[in-house]
């Protein structure tokens, strides 16, 4: 049981990690022309810009910073995922 509880949060942990990759490529790709309108370009904004664009509102003139501000989110939603996995060990007597 205590092996499969570290396996979902580990597993938790990496498809964040993975999604945060797939931000950091999004963004890179608008300083190459036509990147976007390319296979990878529409697959990464249909994962990304779903969850991008509730962050929207993170701009200065025309730089847009919903970027860093979903990656922020995502930061402190896996140091949550850290913090319940070390509670829940806790609980259970683990640790």
Same mark, same amino acid.
């Given at each position: ?5 570290? +396996?979902? +949060? ?27 309108q390319t296979k990878l370009g529409q697959l990464l904004g249909a994962i990304v810009e779903p969850f991008q664009r509730w962050f ?15 990656? +922020? ?23």
């Amino acid at each position: 049981m205590i092996a499969f509880i570290s +396996f979902v +949060f580990w597993l938790l942990g990496k498809l964040l990690d993975l999604y945060i990759l797939a931000i950091v490529v999004y963004a890179l790709m608008s300083w190459f022309p036509g990147a976007y309108q390319t296979k990878l370009g529409q697959l990464l904004g249909a994962i990304v810009e779903p969850f991008q664009r509730w962050f929207n509102f993170a701009s200065i003139g025309m730089i847009g910073f919903a970027p860093v501000v979903a990656i +922020f989110v995502l930061g402190i939603v896996r140091s949550g995922l850290v913090y319940l996995e070390q509670i829940i060990f806790h609980l259970m007597g683990v640790m």
